[in-house]
């Protein structure tokens, strides 16, 4: 089923110089770049959109490094675009999750500094395009 998802390049990813092998990999894959912009992300944006996690105790960290540095949004759009972005980025644990040739597997070695983000279901890819791109969601 053709679906959208919401993708965060994280400002570790920015920092580091990998966008441009990130978005190859997304091409590569197949899903479609439908919207892309890059984002100088604030705390309001940034506790909106990781709100289901503000009670962990990273919430404070999470906030912070997000808020870090600029981000590079986007909303793919394909064939289970959901399930296929997180497949391409790996488990959220780098090291004990994601497997080597996923994009946290293949670059990164901590959690908070996962690189990515996607959305997890239908419902969280609807919330959080409204956030990040405001009536792009369909
Ligand atoms: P993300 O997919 O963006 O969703 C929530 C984020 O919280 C996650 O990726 C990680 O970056 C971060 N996160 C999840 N678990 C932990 C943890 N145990 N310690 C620090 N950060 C975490």
Known sequence: MTEQTLV??????????????????????????????LVNVSEEVAVVHYAEHAERPFFGSLIEFITSGPVVAAVLEGERAIAAFRQIAGGT??????????????????????????????????????????GFAH
């Open 8 to 37: 965060l390049i994280k400002p570790d990813g920015v920092a580091r110089g990998l966008v441009g092998e990130i978005i190859t990999r997304i091409e590569r894959k197949g899903l479609k770049i439908a919207a892309l912009k």
């Open 93 to 134: 644990d780098p090291v004990e999750k994601a497997v080597p040739g996923s994009i946290r597997g293949d670059y990164a070695l901590e959690t908070q500094f996962n690189l990515v983000h996607g959305s997890d279901s239908p419902e969280s890819a609807k919330r959080e395009i409204d956030i990040w791109f405001p």
